[in-house]
């Protein structure tokens, strides 16, 4: 629960209400289109039982589920975010499962990202396969006024090269994290997280893919999020990972715009 709380002051100045469940990225892809009531909607409802039921406990997992017609199969995939409890996971899971059944009934290709988690489902076999086809940045407007652009570029592109690398070792599952001091009163803390079916060579290519995008629909940002369906990167001027650093003092948060990233 004192997490929670936590994380709803810092969401605060991200957004205006302070639900710990919102979707921060859903897709519904239109070219998957099925019927309610079909068998291959009853597979997806039975999937995401399984989903939710069995993700906490090792905070990722991937799942097939079909019945007597193999063409029905669907296959999905559930993850939460490396530095999550299972608690939380289990929560965010839970939300996503629920939500993605009312924002794409319609569909058999469908994602939901969460801060927390990320949950997918598709009758092609997309486990294992590297997808940056379409994506979504959240930045936020502020400039950085602290250091100059140049310089802001090379701590940022440091901070980076330094939590990538962490993030394709196999104990990491993934999940990179790191802070750099900027000035004394101002710390960059970054987080990086690919799906754990990515192989380290996939996953790589993914985050460079992400970090690209922070020099151009980001450059001499305050804030910036790159989200794809196989990874997503993240930096903030203020703590935003767990465990959180409580000797930092509050976020300074202004207005956050997105931009859509398609094929
Ligand atoms: C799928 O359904 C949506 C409306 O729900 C429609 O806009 C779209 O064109 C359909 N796609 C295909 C490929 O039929
Ligand atoms: C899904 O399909 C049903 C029945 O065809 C329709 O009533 C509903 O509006 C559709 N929902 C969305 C979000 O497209
Ligand atoms: C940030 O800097 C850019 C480029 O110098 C400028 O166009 C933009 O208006 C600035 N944004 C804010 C919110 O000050």
């Known amino acids: 629960m004192k997490t929670l709380i936590v994380n709803c002051l810092l969401l605060l100045a991200l ?5 710990a469940a919102d979707s921060i990225w859903n897709l519904c892809n239109k070219n998957s289109n099925i019927s309610a009531g079909s068998q291959i909607s009853k597979n997806i409802d039975s999937l995401l039982a399984t989903l939710v039921s069995k993700t906490p406990s090792q905070g990722f997992i991937t799942t097939t589920f079909s019945s007597y017609n193999t063409k029905d199969t669907v296959y999905g995939l559930a993850q939460c975010r490396g ?7 289990s929560t965010c899971i839970q939300d996503a499962a629920k939500k993605i059944r009312e924002v794409c009934p319609n569909q058999s290709d469908s ?21 940056t086809s379409s994506g979504l940045i959240y930045y936020n ?11 802001f570029d090379n701590e940022l592109g440091a901070l980076f090269d330094k939590i990538r690398p962490e993030a394709v070792l196999p104990k990491s599952q993934g999940l990179g994290k790191g802070k750099k001091k900027l000035t ?18 996939d996953c ?24 794809y369906s196989s990874c997503y990167v993240r930096y903030e001027f203020y703590p935003f990972y767990f465990p959180l650093d409580s000797t930092r003092t509050g976020p300074s948060v202004g207005t956050i715009s997105s931009v859509r990233l398609s094929p």
């Open 15 to 19: 957004v205006s209400s302070c639900r």
């Open 83 to 89: 530095d999550i409890s299972k608690t939380d996971c």
């Open 111 to 131: 994602r939901i990202l969460y801060d927390f988690c990320f949950l997918r489902y598709s009758q092609e076999k997309f486990i294992g396969k590297l997808d």
């Open 141 to 151: 407007v502020a400039n950085v006024t602290e250091t100059d652009p140049k310089t």
């Open 184 to 201: 004394p009163f101002v710390t960059l803390n970054g987080l990086v997280q690919c799906t754990r079916d990515l192989s380290a060579l």
């Open 204 to 227: 790589a290519q993914c985050f460079a893919t992400a970090v690209q995008s922070f020099m151009t629909a980001c450059h001499n940002k305050k804030g910036c999020r790159v989200l």
